[in-house]
């Protein structure tokens, strides 16, 4: 069965440095992957997603993320956080031939001034 | 070119009433899939919509239930609502295709 984790539940960061969000996948075979976003009162966006192209993946607003097979790994990265980056994260796989999206628990970004 | 609409953003509903919340999907998409968000949890997926139809199914109860119209817009239906299905209610369009999903703002429905 096709899962994701995402390993943190919150992460606090300072502006201008480096942000890790963190997510391992489980799948029986190499899976599409999404990062989704979330703010406040909002609507999820999409971020990027990886569908077996190149392993590493840029997306919006400055956030990157690389497939790592041998790690089962999709980890979402950006070099200097802003402060409008405070929001809710979400690593997402697609249940295949189902249009079903399964994701994470989501990870709290918040970042201090 | 509007995104996916969802109405109404905020509703109050009494244990044991019926609810019913609406979607319009981005222009040119024909898939509706319906997501319930409990606070502090990911989305889980309620039904997809294709062509009029229920085309897949969550883990829900046979009080959720769904509509696609033929302008492709949906209507999700709660009966005999329980506290816990207080939750933001999020729709998701898509052209039949299963990586280009646009999300709602989503409807939040409180039970009390």
């Known amino acids: 069965a096709q899962s994701v984790t995402q390993l943190d539940s919150h992460v606090s960061v300072s502006e201008g440095t480096p942000v890790l969000l963190r997510c391992n996948y489980s799948?029986?075979?190499?899976?599409?992957l999404f990062w989704y976003v979330q703010h406040p009162n909002k609507g999820l966006q999409l971020l990027l997603k990886y569908t077996s192209a190149a392993t590493l993946v840029k997306g919006i607003n400055g956030f990157e993320a690389e497939f790592k097979k041998s790690e089962t790994s999709f980890h979402l990265t950006k070099p200097s956080a802003h402060m409008s980056d405070a929001a809710e994260y979400f690593c997402?796989?697609?249940?295949?031939?189902?249009?079903?999206?399964?994701f994470g628990q989501g990870t709290t970004l918040q970042v201090k001034p | 070119d509007a995104g996916v609409t969802q109405s109404p953003t905020h509703l109050i509903k009494t244990r044991g009433q019926q609810v019913t919340l609406r979607c319009s999907p981005k222009?040119?998409?024909?898939?509706v899939s319906w997501y319930q968000q409990a606070l502090g949890q990911g989305p889980q997926f309620i039904f997809q919509?294709?062509?009029?139809?229920?085309?897949q199914r969550g883990n829900f109860p046979d009080r959720f239930s769904g509509h696609q119209y033929p302008n492709y817009s949906s209507e999700l239906n709660v009966n005999a609502l329980l506290l816990g299905d207080s939750a933001l209610y999020l729709c998701a369009s898509s052209r039949t295709e299963f990586y280009g999903y646009t999300f709602g703002s989503g409807t939040r429905l409180t039970v009390v």
């Open positions: 222009s040119g998409h024909d898939t």
């Open positions: 919509y294709y062509e009029e139809e229920e085309r």
């Open positions: 799948s029986s075979y190499s899976p599409s």
């Open positions: 997402v796989v697609p249940l295949s031939n189902t249009g079903k999206l399964i």
